[in-house]
């Protein structure tokens, strides 16, 4: 009987960025990997982790601060099967269409980025940065980037692609 032998190789995508001067910076901090589970017959779900800093506006009264999704689909070059990469923002769904609110200090909202949402913060004079997570999922699958199919009906493979989502910070002054 002949020994069995197997090796995989990983591979990091790789770039650099430094911004200290923008009035609305927001950086991921990890990637995202998603593996499918045959035994649930999805793909795991992933949380997003991005740090996300804003310039003080000095006589700011109130401060919003929305996202919505650019990007999101994943494809191969293989075949033309996609998978589509879900974002949600404290159980709220993002989308291409309408933004969904982070930040709104008129109306009290600031779930998960207090520190944004103080006076002293997005009125002040300095830079204040906290951390926020996304949760991540892949949602739906297509066979040819049009027709749905199931997650289990899809070929194996490596699907790659950029999830962007677009920030959007408003000071009333």
């Known amino acids: 009987m002949a020994d069995v032998t197997a090796s995989a190789t990983a591979s990091w995508d790789a770039s650099a960025t430094k911004?200290?001067?923008?009035?609305?910076?927001?950086?991921?901090?990890k990637s995202l990997n998603f593996q499918y589970a045959e035994g649930i017959k999805a793909f795991n779900s992933q949380k997003g982790a991005f740090d996300i800093t804003i310039q003080g506006q000095s006589g700011a009264t109130d401060f919003t601060l929305t996202s919505q999704i650019v990007s999101n689909t994943l494809s191969r070059?293989?075949?033309?099967?996609?998978?589509a990469v879900g974002?949600?923002?404290?159980?709220n769904a993002l989308n291409k269409s309408t933004p969904v609110t982070m930040?709104?200090?008129?109306?009290?909202?600031?779930a998960g980025l207090d520190a944004l949402a103080v006076?002293?913060?997005?009125?002040?004079?300095?830079?204040?940065?906290?951390?926020?997570?996304?949760?991540?999922?892949?949602?739906?699958?297509?066979?040819d980037g049009s027709t749905a199919a199931e997650?289990?009906?899809?070929?194996d493979g490596y699907?790659?692609?950029?999830?962007?989502?677009?920030?959007?910070a408003?000071?009333?002054?």
């Open 103 to 110: 930040i709104d200090t008129s109306n009290n909202i600031s």
């Open 87 to 91: 974002v949600n923002w404290n159980g």
């Open 151 to 155: 997650f289990k009906d899809l070929t």
């Open 119 to 143: 006076a002293t913060a997005f009125a002040g004079a300095d830079r204040v940065s906290t951390q926020g997570n996304f949760d991540f999922t892949i949602d739906s699958a297509t066979s």
């Open 170 to 173: 408003v000071w009333t002054i």
């Open 19 to 29: 911004d200290t001067t923008s009035a609305l910076v927001v950086t991921p901090l």
């Open 77 to 83: 070059t293989t075949d033309a099967s996609t998978l």
């Open 159 to 168: 699907w790659s692609g950029d999830v962007r989502v677009q920030f959007n």
